[in-house]
């Protein structure tokens, strides 16, 4: 029973020839593009080999068909050989113009010339009078060869060029037709030969361009994930150096950039200055709005600060909480006093409402700044955002929404 279900299986299967082109057209125009160029140069290697191969064979036309060796001469040195020669030196001396044309007029050409190297044997095998014709027909045989597996046609090519040599074996048999032969009795097998080569080299050939094809789409879906995962690692690379909240970069991303900038002020005898931003009585707003709205709050606070920062090389960061920190290159202490003037009046102006005490009812900052020379000064970037941490705490003392310099950094700067 499961061997009648096997039968009545395989005769409901779709047996039509499978196809050998991707279904997605830009895919199958990158396989073209990305094997073009070792095609073409295996096309030249190959076809100089065959073409010695080919002109050797006038051995076998002086052995086995004596009657019409001066003609086999002709085609194959004077006809077949100058044009395989001109197609030959074109991508040799000019490869850029040959992968210029489309693929398959370049496999067309190879495949022509194929079949022109048939049809040599094949007007040889007319005109002979020689008893052993049948098996100089056997000559067919490495011609087929070459193009389905040496030269590796791409199979519907391959299929073209196999039909066309088996063509050309019928032709010969049909016009010498009552031509006497010692040996009749091998033209049958001969030919059987000749189809049953056919038949087993294209499946070959299938075999290998689908090999092929599938090496190539493996190839890009290898390289899609590993530019998939290059692009994963970049954005979780970017996301550990970004707050999450605020959207502005985080103190890890803050201290890679200080450490920078602190070499380079190091080598050029400038000073910068560290500022550090805190949102006055934020716990009394988080109290009275609720945590969601403090958040809210703390984004716009960060675009407010990051708007004010007009200077190209300054670098703000959440330093936690509901504080900030800021580091402004080239710096003395009017910009410095000038930034966080800028600082404070761009919270002020946003007008968040303050319900839980803020000066003057509106959300608002202080900043404490310090000013440090790498250069010349011995203590380290920490020491100097302590400094600014004490000037912001002198600020808030002195009514918030305010800002106050380190006193030891007017004297150094």
């Not at 966080?340 to 959300?363: D, E, F, T, Y």
Request: net charge positive; glycine share 6%.
């Amino acid at each position: 029973m499961s061997l009648v279900m096997a039968v009545r299986d395989w005769v409901r299967r779709d047996h039509r020839q499978p196809v050998l082109r991707f279904d997605d057209a830009a895919q199958e125009q990158r396989f073209i593009d990305s094997t073009q160029d070792a095609r073409i140069r295996h096309f030249m290697v190959s076809g100089v080999v065959a073409l010695v191969i080919f002109n050797l064979f006038l051995l076998s036309d002086w052995l086995m068909a004596p009657d019409t060796f001066w003609l086999a001469a002709r085609l194959r040195l004077l006809v077949f050989t100058p044009v395989a020669l001109a197609v030959l030196y074109l991508p040799w001396r000019r490869i850029d113009l040959v992968k210029a044309v489309p693929a398959h007029v370049v496999e067309s050409v190879i495949v022509a010339s194929g079949v022109a190297a048939a049809a040599c044997l094949t007007v040889v095998l007319i005109a002979t009078d020689s008893p052993y014709a049948g098996m100089y027909r056997c000559g067919l045989l490495p011609i087929l060869v070459y193009g389905t597996l040496v030269q590796r046609f791409r199979f519907r090519f391959a299929l073209l060029f196999a039909a066309c040599v088996v063509a050309c074996h019928l032709a010969s048999l049909w016009l010498a037709m009552g031509q006497p032969s010692p040996y009749p009795e091998i033209e049958a097998p001969a030919f059987l030969v000749l189809v049953v080569v056919a038949g087993y080299t294209l499946i070959m050939n299938f075999r290998m361009e689908k090999e092929e094809r599938h090496r190539f789409q493996q190839k890009e879906r290898q390289a899609l994930l590993r530019s998939e995962l290059e692009a994963s690692q970049a954005q979780m690379a970017a996301l550990s150096r970004q707050d999450a909240l605020t959207g502005v970069p985080n103190r890890r991303r803050f201290d890679e950039v200080a450490q920078a900038q602190w070499r380079q002020h190091e080598r050029s005898g400038e000073c910068l200055a560290v500022l550090l931003v805190d949102v006055d009585h934020f716990k009394a707003y988080n109290d009275h709005h609720g945590h969601p709205a403090g958040d809210q709050c703390l984004k716009l606070v960060a675009q407010a600060l990051q708007t004010a920062l007009r200077e190209p090389d300054a670098a703000l960061a959440r330093w936690g909480g509901e504080e900030f920190i800021v580091l402004l290159p080239h710096a003395d202490v009017a910009l410095t006093e000038s930034m966080a003037a800028r600082l404070c009046a761009a919270v002020r102006m946003l007008g968040l409402r303050h319900g839980g005490g803020g000066v003057n009812g509106v959300v608002t900052i202080s900043v404490g700044a310090a000013l440090a020379c790498p250069a010349t000064d011995r203590k380290q970037l920490p020491a100097v955002a302590g400094q600014a941490d004490a000037a912001l705490y002198q600020a808030k003392r002195d009514g918030r929404d305010r800002h106050r310099m380190d006193a030891g950094s007017r004297e150094r700067c």
